[in-house]
């Protein structure tokens, strides 16, 4: 049985989001659980941002090696 995934949210949102988790978790009286939880989903966002970053990495070296181009050509993904 597959888990239905949430949809990341942009880089900026998931900043945004994991300053505020280190927030929470810095100032506010959490039990461990909660703690946890947000570690967890901390995580989570960090290794979403990143992804999108390597992305974006890889198509700046494809336009860098088409000399400038416009066009963007399609890269292989080997982690999926």
Do not use: W
């Not at 505020?20 to 461990?32: K, N, R």
């Not at 703690?35 to 070296?61: N, P, T, W, Y």
């Amino acid at each position: 049985m597959t888990r239905k995934t949430k949809q990341q949210p942009d880089l900026e949102t998931a900043l945004t989001e994991i300053n505020t988790l280190i927030e929470q978790m810095e100032h506010d009286d959490l039990s461990l659980e909660q703690s946890l939880e947000k570690f967890e989903r901390g995580v989570s966002l960090i290794k979403h941002c990143q992804k999108v970053l390597q992305e974006a990495e890889q198509k700046v070296q494809i336009l860098m090696q088409n000399g400038g181009e416009e066009e963007l050509k399609p890269y292989e993904n080997n982690e999926e």
